[in-house]
């Protein structure tokens, strides 16, 4: 239902791109994220997009880095990540989000199997 690919590993000021295709129950009508894992941490979402207008959101350790889009005749969310720092390394996920009492939360419980990105010199 949630299939996100497009990881690897890259060098610092390296970019990555991710895709994350989603069953069109989940990606229909609803803003889609993107979160990360990192090793020994709690996931944390670093971008959002909304489904109509496209408004999109930014963890600040990401903004000006990352870019997400949507692609919605392919239910597919996509993420650009440039400028590629060790710290960006983790297990990447995508889910659908809704806001709710001031911040994005997880619309599902399934998150799949993420795509790995690893920076690193």
């Known amino acids: 239902q949630l299939q996100a690919s497009g990881g690897g590993s890259v060098q610092p000021g390296g970019s990555l791109r991710l895709s994350c295709v989603a069953s069109?129950?989940?990606?229909?009508?609803?803003?889609m994220g993107w979160y990360r894992q990192a090793p020994g941490k709690e996931r944390e979402l670093v971008a959002t997009?909304?489904?109509?207008?496209?408004?999109?959101s930014y963890a600040d350790s990401v903004k000006g880095r990352f870019t997400i889009s949507r692609d919605n005749a392919k239910n597919a969310v996509n993420l650009q990540m440039n400028s590629l720092k060790p710290e960006d390394t983790g297990v990447y996920y995508c889910?659908?989000?809704?806001?709710?009492?001031?911040?994005?939360?997880?619309?599902?419980?399934?998150w799949g199997q993420g795509t790995l990105v690893t920076v690193s010199s």
């Open positions: 889910n659908a989000v809704r806001w709710y009492h001031d911040t994005w939360i997880p619309k599902t419980r399934y």
């Open positions: 069109r129950n989940i990606f229909s009508n609803n803003a």
């Open positions: 997009i909304s489904s109509r207008v496209e408004t999109t």
